[in-house]
């Protein structure tokens, strides 16, 4: 079983930055394949990005290719997602998974093992 929190959003200008962080309980996080997705009011939920068990691979949604980076740290069991040149598109809820599948599997966002609750991420023009 793995609980999964997210923390770090909030309200942020166009064109500046926020972190956000996911909290993993579990002594197992090292084997999932981590993920972001978010929501937007009124669209359906979109990957965003993910990373493999060991860090050592990534993948991003075009949308969010070069501003965004996804990285995990093991040791601590948290995820992180550094986003940055921040638009008003990207303002979401944003979902951490965990799946023990790959990278592919994690983006097609289909029967993930494990959701957090989302956090709110509101970029103002």
């Known amino acids: 079983q793995v609980q999964l929190v997210e923390s770090g959003g909030g309200l942020v200008q166009a064109g500046g930055s926020l972190r956000l962080s996911c909290a993993a309980s579990g002594r197992t996080f090292s084997r999932y394949t981590m993920g972001w997705f978010r929501q937007a009011p009124g669209k359906e939920r979109e990957f965003v990005a993910a990373v493999s068990w060991s860090g050592g691979s990534k993948y991003y949604a075009d949308s969010v290719k070069g501003r965004f980076t996804i990285s995990r740290d093991n040791a601590k069991n948290t995820v992180f997602l550094q986003m940055n040149s921040l638009k008003p598109e990207d303002t979401a809820v944003y979902y951490c998974?965990?799946?023990?599948?790959?990278?592919?599997?994690?983006?097609?966002?289909?029967?993930?093992?494990?959701w957090g609750k989302g956090t709110l991420v509101t970029v103002s023009s």
């Open positions: 998974a965990a799946d023990p599948g790959n990278l592919a599997t994690m983006a097609s966002g289909d029967g993930m093992d494990y």
